[in-house]
């Protein structure tokens, strides 16, 4: 029995998918703060426009003499969601770092915690003692330095994407 693969992928959709990630993966990398606060304050266009979607839709249907609570109060709430979301753009984008950062040293002590289960076993024990340590340092780091995060994500994006290219050029 033969199996055959039939690749149905368009020819320009895999270069422009990677063209894609290297250009985020460079946007990451050099303009992170400003990348992550612009997404944050685009949903947060999206939500207002979809609040004021509802708000019209009331104010249409008022017209017609139909009252509905619920839609005006859902679109003030829907409002208020999405201006708080632009206000507190650069805010959120910071969140992300530190709650990454927390979450590296909480796992660092997950980790200790394992290392010291595993006290009888020398090897393990130094190896999860290591690891906990460089997981500890790099929360840290991640908590007190700027957009670590956001520009490792880029740096492997760009990595990713390089070697996509070489992939996709050495097939041809």
Known sequence: MRVTVINKEKKGSPFFRTFLLLLL???????????????????????????????????????????????????????????????????????????????LIFLAGAKLNSALILKSYKHKFFTECISSFLLFLLGIYTLFAQNVVFIFLGIVLILYAIFDFVKLFSQK
């Open 25 to 103: 993966g460079i946007i990451l990398t050099f303009q992170s703060t400003s990348f992550v606060t612009f997404l944050f304050t685009m949903l947060g266009v999206v939500i207002l426009s979809f609040g004021f979607s509802k708000l019209w839709k009331y104010f249409s249907l008022k017209k017609q003499k139909v009252y509905s609570n619920e839609l005006l109060s859902s679109s003030i709430l829907w409002n208020l969601l999405g201006l708080l979301i632009i206000l507190l753009s650069s805010f959120f984008a910071n969140a992300i770092q530190v709650v990454t950062g927390i979450w």
